[in-house]
């Protein structure tokens, strides 16, 4: 199995995960912002030890996985909270 | 007007082979807008509420009629309305807006019964369920009916009574609709059963931000012991003679409409799920634009951004505003 392919099994893991327990923690707002984060926060990292297996690491790159997971978590609360 | 789009959705040398709205100035602006537009939000709403709101249509009527719906269709006895069962759950609700909890026991550790005795209704049996920021009757009963503590509250064969009040206010900084349902029956109706229990709905997850552990563990209580008035002691029929003031409260407490020109529930849904529903489309363009040009560009993977927007579309997407307790 190539390594993408692992890593992509991985990624799958932590989004089903997420949606899992947050789909789990339906009564309570907080939880489900505090998992939606935290689902966030470990696409960033996922993101960040992918491209550096695949030796295509770069500051944008780290910024953009940022930029991601923020556009995520303003969404997030923008159903939540409003 | 064709350049532009290009230039926004698909990736060209125009805009460094990636479409402009992924690029990393282009993400940032997109933070800013919604931070933008949820601080909007609130402020419209705090200023004009008929304007920017939040549609709800809650009555007692209906609750009842959606309650004994539910218990005729398995063939029991409905409920009847109680005055004084109704003077408790406002006296609740208002207990609970008062000291900003979100529980079926106070922070200083009323339970629900002692609101009831405090009204004047003389229980042998009773529970209660609470609601809150449903937008219609039908919607409480329905989440109730689904939550199986809730619905055993609801099917129990034992209440004959019941009382709601349907009260606005603010909850832990956020507006709120309480939804207060108390049942009962009084001693004159099962006065010679053994001592039974009263039922609280156990709860089904945490409750709001800021209640510690030790309160938490207080509430998911199920089923709690109750003070069964001795059969010997008569006293009048619960409710049978509710004063004015009882009346008056729990009129004032019975229903909750709100019609504002903009729903923002619906307003905010829109808005975030076509955003990403957008942003998805747009990763898929410029992944497949990309991967036939076959352009090498250093960004981030598009079918792993497309997977962590596509589950926070569905995660978001079975986001209930309702909450039971």
């Known amino acids: ?82 | 007007m064709e350049h532009f789009l290009r230039h926004f959705f698909v990736p060209h040398h125009s805009n460094n082979h990636r479409a402009k709205a992924l690029h990393l100035d282009s993400m940032l602006c997109y933070v800013l807008i919604f931070a933008i537009f949820n601080f909007g939000i609130r402020i419209v709403h705090r200023e004009f509420p008929n304007v920017l709101g939040y549609a709800t249509d809650i009555r007692v009527d209906q609750l009842l009629a959606g309650t004994n719906t539910q218990r005729q269709a398995l063939g029991l006895t409905p409920l009847t309305y109680n005055v004084t069962l109704a003077q408790a759950a406002a006296a609740k609700a208002q207990d609970m807006f008062k000291y900003d909890y979100w529980a079926h026991n106070s922070p200083e550790g009323k339970t629900p019964w002692s609101f009831i005795q405090q009204a004047g209704y003389k229980y042998t049996v009773a529970g209660e369920n609470l609601a809150k920021n449903f937008s219609t009757s039908q919607g409480v009963v329905d989440a109730w009916m689904a939550s199986p503590t809730h619905r055993d509250n609801i099917v129990k064969p034992s209440y004959r009574e019941i009382g709601f009040a349907i009260v606005n206010g603010v909850l832990n900084g956020e507006e709120t609709t309480l939804v207060v349902q108390m049942f009962g029956a009084g001693e004159t109706v099962i006065a010679n059963q053994e001592p039974v229990k009263t039922v609280v709905p156990e709860k089904a997850a945490a409750v709001e931000i800021n209640q510690s552990p030790s309160q938490l563990g207080e509430q998911t209580a199920k089923e709690v012991e109750t003070q069964v008035v001795p059969p010997t002691e008569m006293v009048p029929v619960a409710g049978a003679n509710p004063t004015p003031v009882l009346n008056e409260l729990s009129t004032m407490f019975s229903s909750v409409f709100e019609k504002p020109m903009f729903n923002i529930p619906t307003l905010t849904r829109n808005v975030a799920f076509g955003f990403m529903g957008l942003l998805i489309v747009i990763l898929i363009i410029d992944g497949l634009v990309i991967s036939k040009k076959k352009i090498v560009r250093v960004a981030g993977h598009n079918l792993a951004h497309i997977l962590f927007f596509t589950a926070f579309f569905i995660a978001l997407s079975i986001v209930k505003r309702g909450v039971l307790l």
């Open chain 1, 1 to 82: 199995m190539k390594l993408s392919h692992v890593n992509y099994i991985v990624l799958l893991i932590i989004l089903v995960t997420g949606i899992w327990t947050f789909a789990g923690a339906q009564n309570d707002k907080a939880m489900q912002m505090y998992i939606g984060v935290a689902t966030a926060i470990s696409y960033v990292i996922w993101g960040i030890i992918y491209h550096t297996l695949e030796g295509d690491l770069h500051p944008k790159v780290v910024i953009e996985y940022c930029l991601v997971g923020m556009v995520a978590i303003v969404l997030l609360l923008t159903i939540l909270w409003t």
